[in-house]
């Protein structure tokens, strides 16, 4: 059973830097594609980042600059550095992996507060 479990969440104030984790486990597929997405109250799920498994990232224009992807391979684990953080980031971040057969899995998410 495939595990997604998201960590390195809290609360920051503005200007702050916070990294996220986001740990995949419980298949025997390695992973393609692996996302962060996050969902502020009262909103959709926004895409955040995604990073191929060869390593190529791709940024929503609202972070570019700010937040950095990257991910290590052999510990199916996936990070977000975020940096110069802004009260509209405030949102619970997700982990959304996809397996070598194309299904996805979700994380619980990570609560991220950044106050003013």
């Known amino acids: 059973q495939v595990q997604v479990v998201e960590s390195g969440g809290g609360l920051v104030q503005a200007g702050g830097s916070l990294r996220l984790s986001c740990a995949a486990s419980?298949?025997?597929?390695?992973?393609?594609?692996m996302n962060w997405y996050r969902q502020a109250p009262g909103k959709q799920r926004d895409f955040v980042a995604r990073?191929?498994?060869?390593?190529?990232?791709n940024y929503a224009d609202s972070v570019k600059g700010r937040f950095t992807i990257s991910r290590d391979n052999a510990k199916n684990t996936m990070y977000l550095q975020m940096n110069s953080l802004k009260p509209e980031d405030t949102a619970v971040y997700y982990c959304?992996?996809?397996?070598?057969?194309?299904?996805?899995?979700w994380g619980q998410g990570t609560q991220v507060t950044v106050s003013s």
């Open positions: 959304y992996v996809i397996n070598g057969l194309g299904r996805g899995y």
């Open positions: 419980g298949t025997i597929f390695s992973f393609t594609t």
């Open positions: 990073i191929t498994s060869s390593g190529s990232p």
